[in-house]
Nanobody, 123 residues
Framework: QVRLVESGGGSVQAGGSLRLSCAASGRTFRTYAMAWFRQAPGKEREFVAAITWSGGVTMYTDSVKGRFTISRDNVKNTGYLQMDSLKPEDAAVYYC????????????????WGQGTQVTVSS
């Protein structure tokens, strides 16, 4: 069993930065792929970024490439999403997720989810 807790959300102006953290309990986290998703009001949950269990491979949705960086520290059992050059369209509730399969853009690939953290970006 893995429990995930996100933190680091907040309100920033367009062009600003935030760093989200995802603290995991359970020793198996280090063996799981991890991802970040987001959901804006009235929209479906959207893939943002994913990283393999080792951190060696990452992937991003096109709209955040070059602006967001996903990473993880398996010693600290924590995942991160560094978000730079934020845009109003990045505003959403951000969720971290972990799963035992290959990393994927599909929410169904991840068994464990955090409660979400709100990101607001003003223009």
């Amino acid at each position: 069993q893995v429990r995930l807790v996100e933190s680091g959300g907040g309100s920033v102006q367009a062009g600003g930065s935030l760093r989200l953290s995802c603290a995991a309990s359970g020793r198996t986290f280090r063996t799981y792929a991890m991802a970040w998703f987001r959901q804006a009001p009235g929209k479906e949950r959207e893939f943002v970024a994913a990283i393999t269990w080792s951190g060696g491979v990452t992937m991003y949705t096109d709209s955040v490439k070059g602006r967001f960086t996903i990473s993880r520290d398996n010693v600290k059992n924590t995942g991160y999403l560094q978000m730079d050059s934020l845009k109003p369209e990045d505003a959403a509730v951000y969720y971290c997720a972990a799963g035992g399969g290959l990393f994927s853009k599909r929410p169904s690939a991840y068994e464990y989810w955090g409660q979400g953290t709100q990101v607001t970006v003003s223009s």
